[in-house]
């Protein structure tokens, strides 16, 4: 039989475990305190536990853990950039970058992605599998850990697609909101390329999340051409669950517009996300696309000139700041060069 991953296991399910086992509930407090606060990373360090249960522990559960198979750190300001090993040897990214507000940590959801998006490093590939909820919790776990830095926040925008592994993801964002981190959900931000089943699922449960929809395009033509989930879900289908989410959880969403030279950058491309964004309140978030080896998108020249159209006309827009420039790389390249030139970690 197969071994229960400990660490994706709400407090309420490891009780029911342990009750099971025959163990007082009280035990499963201090197991989960161990797990979730001190964040052990084995059993043997749960040292107010007999032996002879954390034997009992290791014959039922398995206690996962990631190793740092690289470790980037900026010179610039702080960003570090991990490719982190899997149990089961594949690799996924995490980076921790430093703002004003505190620390924000960007985190893998799968391994691989498939939803093809052409600008996309992450999905060359194709799709391996999803991340367990545990494996989520792990990146925050291990960057706390080897960063010294306490992590306040997180976006849901490294490898893969949140709403696709929707189950994990959800256990994991209510680990992240229980004891241990107690992290409010306000405090996290999740990054989809639009799926609206999703989406309108999400808006029920009414979480505080910040939903930062992948925008891109403002036509159903540009649109489809650069991201094919736009042939399932098109934009009016689209942002009908984004006027429903906020009519729903009063959340205003963030649209992310990542410009690519010729293709959404021209003056008819920011007169069409006029169009479709007048009148709602949201907030545009403009980066300047990463370029990728696979593919011969070109970073926009004319970023400011669209910010100035959208806010001259009333849309809230700003400029991502690229932080970590000098160890950028776009999301998911370092998981495809693994192997390759960068120093790797012990
Ligand atoms: N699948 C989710 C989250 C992961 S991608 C999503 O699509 O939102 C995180 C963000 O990076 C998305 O907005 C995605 O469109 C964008 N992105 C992907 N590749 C990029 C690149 N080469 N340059 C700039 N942004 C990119």
């Known amino acids: 039989m197969d071994k229960i991953d400990i660490l994706s296991l709400s407090r309420e399910e490891l009780t029911a475990e342990l009750t099971a086992m025959g163990e007082k509930a009280f035990r499963a407090k201090q197991i989960y305190d161990w797990l979730h606060v001190k964040k052990v990373s084995d059993f043997s ?101 080897d960063s010294g830095r306490h992590v306040d926040s997180i976006v849901l925008m490294g490898i893969g697609e949140p709403l696709d592994n929707f189950d994990n993801v959800m256990k994991f964002l209510s680990l992240v909101n229980s004891e241990g981190e107690g992290m409010s959900l306000r405090h996290i931000s999740l990054s989809t390329c639009g799926l609206v089943d999703r989406i309108n699922e999400l808006a029920e449960m009414k979480t505080g999340l910040t939903l930062s929809i992948s925008l891109h395009a403002a036509t159903d033509e540009k649109r489809s051409s650069i991201m094919p989930i736009n042939k399932k879900y098109n934009l009016e289908q689209l942002m009908k669950a984004c006027r429903d989410y906020f009519a729903k959880t009063g959340r205003r969403i963030s649209f992310e517009y990542s410009l690519i030279e010729g293709v959404n950058d021209t003056e008819e491309s920011a007169n069409e996300l006029i169009r479709l964004l007048g009148g709602m309140l949201c907030h545009v978030n403009l980066i300047p696309i990463n370029e990728i080896r696979e593919r011969d998108f070109k970073k926009s020249r004319y970023v400011e000139r669209f910010r100035k159209r959208l806010t001259d006309a009333g849309i809230n827009a700003t400029v991502r700041r690229t932080l970590g420039a000098d160890i950028n790389a776009a999301c998911g390249q370092l998981r495809r060069d693994d192997g390759a030139s960068e120093e790797a970690v012990d």
């Open 45 to 145: 360090q749960m040292t107010n536990i007999s032996a002879q249960l954390r034997n009992m522990l290791e014959e039922k559960f398995c206690l996962k853990s990631l190793i740092i198979k690289k470790r980037l750190v900026s010179g610039i300001d702080n960003t570090v950039k991990y490719l982190y090993g899997l149990p089961d040897g594949e690799a996924v990214e995490t980076v921790l970058m430093e703002y004003k507000h505190g620390n924000s940590l960007c985190i893998s959801t799968q391994v691989g992605c498939r939803m093809g998006c052409r600008f996309c490093a992450s999905t060359i590939a194709g799709f391996v599998r999803h991340l367990l909820p545990s494996e989520m919790l792990l990146q925050i776990y291990e960057t706390e850990r």
